[in-house]
């Protein structure tokens, strides 16, 4: 039988069961999963997870996650030795992914507590390469004990550290960073997102590239401090009489700063020398945004 035969007879075929049988919607089976464990909001599946850590002998704490955000408070004074983390894991499908994928990625997502010497971890974990639809976020709520010195790192999403009298390091890469109460030295960078640190007592290092920098120092440090973004304002208040030696620079943008108390050299983008006799260096630099001295 020749080709144009064949489409012929298949086109006939076609058509007869067209005139005899009714046409009806076609339903796929799909597989059942359990909703044990998890609460399910639209496309996003949400998974809590508590965990009690236990630092009498750690000396500092690391908190990673990759997508999410970091919030440290101040334990609760009736567990001074203690660390509370709460875990939320959500995972979304979008138009390419399904439940099946959802929970298939789940079983690779986690939040692991390692210790290394005197260094306490806490890490989410999830897989280095995700399929098609499917997306992870875990956040991070942990409370721990205030004159523990502590690390926290964040991919996509915001840090927050509050009244910490230890050394305080935050990074982020895509988010904001905020700071507040926190008696020790601190450093804070993230690459696109706003730095802004309250009630600061000790040295400060603030740094983002897309972003602006607000600092409020309610003490005098004791050593140098810097500030810097490229493209965003910098403000700084400094507590009243304290003394500073100011190294302040920008390219475009305004320079806000008056003080009777200043001696030095002060050009339209440049201000250099010291307030109530000197002290320790503010360093502060933007390319493209004001700065303001209060």
């Given at each position: 039988m020749k080709r144009y035969e064949i489409v012929l007879v298949a086109a006939a075929v076609t058509a007869g069961l067209a005139g005899s049988v009714s046409w009806l919607p076609v339903t796929w089976a799909q597989p059942e999963f359990s909703t044990e464990g998890y609460?399910?909001?639209?496309?996003?599946?949400?998974?809590?997870?508590?965990?009690?850590?236990?630092?009498?002998?750690a000396q500092s704490a690391v908190f990673k996650t990759i997508n999410g955000f970091v919030d440290v408070k101040p334990q609760e004074p009736d567990a001074p030795n203690r660390i509370d983390v709460h875990a939320e894991i959500k995972l979304t499908r979008g138009l390419l992914g399904s439940e099946a994928k959802v929970l298939k990625v789940k079983e690779s997502v986690d939040v692991v507590t390692t210790r290394e010497k005197e260094q306490l971890r806490v890490e989410a974990v999830q897989p280095k390469t995700l399929p098609w639809g499917v997306s992870v976020e875990v956040n991070l709520t942990v409370k721990v004990p205030k004159e523990l010195p502590l690390e926290v790192v964040t991919v996509n999403?915001?840090?927050?550290?509050?009244?910490?009298?230890?050394?305080?390091?935050?990074?982020?890469?895509?988010?904001?960073?905020?700071?507040e109460a926190c008696a020790g030295p601190l450093s804070a960078q993230t690459v696109n997102g706003a730095v802004r640190v309250a009630e600061s007592r000790r040295e400060v290092q603030a740094e983002t590239v897309n972003g602006s920098v607000e600092v409020e120092m309610t003490g005098a440090p004791e050593k140098d401090s810097s500030l810097e973004t490229v493209n965003g304002a910098v403000r700084v208040r400094l507590p009243v009489n304290a003394g500073f030696t100011l190294d302040l620079e920008n390219k475009n943008g305004a320079m806000h700063f008056e003080s009777s108390a200043f001696t030095g050299d002060r050009q339209k983008h440049k201000v250099q020398g010291t307030i109530h006799g000197g002290g320790p260096v503010l360093r502060v630099r933007?390319?493209?945004?004001s700065i303001t001295v209060e």
């Open positions: 609460e399910q909001s639209g496309n996003t599946y949400i998974w809590q997870r508590d965990i009690q850590i236990n630092v009498e002998e999403g915001a840090v927050t550290a509050r009244e910490i009298s230890a050394p305080v390091k935050l990074e982020s890469t895509n988010g904001r960073i905020t700071a933007t390319v493209n945004g």
